[in-house]
């Protein structure tokens, strides 16, 4: 199975800051990434598909990049809802494969 | 609105079966994949299967193939995971997720249920 490697594993940034979270796959995906958010108690929910497309209703300062095995998730203005678990999933085979997840935190 | 609804979670034994239900409804049920996703206490999500449209393409985690099987019925607008041979480290949250529509070009987990609770324990 593919193994998706998440970094840093936690982050604590301020309101406003632009934060960066990477994925690392163990092979290359092409574009078949996608980008998940869960609150606490809370169902997980799409932000990104296919590396960078938004899913309908995500704030624009959302967006991610890359491709083959390196990807990024980026917050361009941290706002204070932000605050969650971010995971990426590969489905570019099966199993599909979930990063272990980072837990951002606002400051 | 669109929505899936988990349901059929409970306490269990360890050896015995659970089956947990995911109903759609909102959306023409017929045409989309469903995914099963859990999430262990305190731990990240974790991909479990993925029953197509149809129900002609099934695929498992390596962790759970050979004891849980999946399946739909579409008059029923409903999919059900079928767990055997239950063991402690099963006991999550699981979250069924709407897939791909027929024909897709991505594969999106875009609508999500609130999950049900599996604890397997003596």
């Known amino acids: 199975a593919i193994q998706m490697t998440q970094s840093p594993s936690s982050l604590s940034a301020s309101v406003g800051d632009r934060v960066t979270l990477t994925c690392r796959a163990s092979q290359g995906i092409g574009n078949d990434l996608g980008w998940y958010q869960q609150k606490p108690g809370k169902a997980p929910k799409l932000l990104i598909y296919s590396v960078s497309i938004l899913q309908s209703g995500v704030p624009s300062r959302f967006s991610g990049s890359g491709s083959g095995t390196d990807f990024t998730l980026t917050v361009s203005s941290l706002q204070p809802e932000d605050s969650a678990t971010y995971y990426c999933l590969q489905d570019y085979s099966y199993p599909y494969t979930f990063g272990q997840g980072t837990k951002l935190e606002i400051k | 609105q669109v929505q899936v609804e988990e349901s059929g979670g409970g306490v269990v034994q360890p050896g015995r079966s659970l089956r947990l239900s995911c109903a759609g409804s909102g959306f023409i049920f017929s045409s989309y994949s469903i995914h099963w996703v859990r999430q ?69 987990l875009d609508i999500w249920g609130q999950g049900t609770t599996v604890t397997v324990s003596s």
């Not at chain 2, 004891?67 to 041979?85: C, G, H, P, Q």
């Not at chain 2, 006991?91 to 897939?99: D, L, M, N, S, V």
Request: contains cysteine; hydrophobic residues 35%.
């Open chain 2, 40 to 108: 262990a206490p305190g731990k990240g999500l974790e991909w479990v299967a993925i029953i197509s449209y149809d129900g002609r393409k099934i695929f498992y985690a390596d962790a759970v193939k050979g004891r849980f099987t999946i399946s739909r019925d579409n008059s029923r607008n409903s999919v059900y995971l079928e767990m055997t041979s239950l063991r402690r480290e099963d006991t999550a949250i699981y979250y069924c997720a709407r897939g791909p529509v027929i024909r897709a070009k991505y594969d999106v």
